[in-house]
C-alpha cells in the first residue's frame, strides 16, 4: 500500500588503530490507499535519506574522532495540515580530539549542524501557497585541560562557545 521502498546499508573497516564507517538508508512512499474503500489518501507520500561517515584513529596517547551526516527529507505529505514538507537538509560535523601529554590531558570537541526546511502545499493539494523557510545553525567548541600540579591537587581549565543562528 503506497507502493513503499526503503533500503539500508552498514559498513565498517578497521586496524588496530584506525576505522572507518558508514551508515546509510533510504525509503520512499507514494500516497496510500484508504482500507474500507481503496480511495487515495492524499499527502501520506514522503522520501527521506540519511548517510553518515565516521573515521576514527588513535595511538597509546591520541584519539581523533571526525564524523559527518547528512539527512534529507525532499518531501513529505501531512494529511492532517494545511502545509507539507517540500524540502528538508541537514548536515552536522562533529570533531573530537583527545591527547595525553607529559603535562596533562587535553580534550577539544568541535560542533557544526545546518538545516534548512521548507514547507508549503504539495501538488495533491494545490491550489494554495503557504511558504514558509527555516535556516538554522548550530555551531561551537570546547577545549579542556586536566593538569596535575602534585599527587593530590589537579587543575582543570577550558573554554566553550556555543553559537545558534535561526532566519524563519
Do not use: C
Request: aromatic share 10%; charged share 25%; proline share 2%.
Amino acid at each position: 500500500n503506497g507502493d513503499k521502498i526503503g533500503t539500508a546499508a552498514n559498513a565498517t573497516a578497521a586496524t588496530r588503530n584506525v576505522s572507518i564507517g558508514y551508515a546509510g538508508a533510504w525509503t520512499k512512499a507514494d500516497n496510500y490507499d484508504r482500507g474500507n474503500d481503496g480511495d487515495e489518501v492524499r499527502s501520506t507520500l514522503y522520501e527521506a535519506y540519511n548517510h553518515s561517515l565516521t573515521f576514527a584513529a588513535k595511538d597509546a596517547d591520541n584519539l581523533l574522532v571526525l564524523q559527518g551526516t547528512y539527512a534529507a527529507i525532499p518531501y513529505q505529505g501531512f494529511v492532517n495540515q494545511r502545509m507539507d514538507m517540500v524540502d528538508n537538509e541537514a548536515w552536522l560535523l562533529n570533531a573530537r580530539y583527545v591527547g595525553k601529554f607529559t603535562w596533562g590531558v587535553l580534550d577539544a570537541r568541535a560542533y557544526y549542524n545546518n538545516t534548512q526546511h521548507e514547507m508549503d502545499i504539495l501538488e495533491d493539494k494545490k491550489p494554495g501557497e503557504m511558504p514558509m523557510n527555516t535556516d538554522g545553525t548550530d555551531a561551537g567548541y570546547s577545549i579542556k585541560a586536566e593538569i596535575p600540579l602534585s599527587s593530590t591537587d589537579l587543575l582543570r581549565v577550558g573554554n566553550e562557545f556555543h553559537h545558534q543562528k535561526l532566519d524563519d
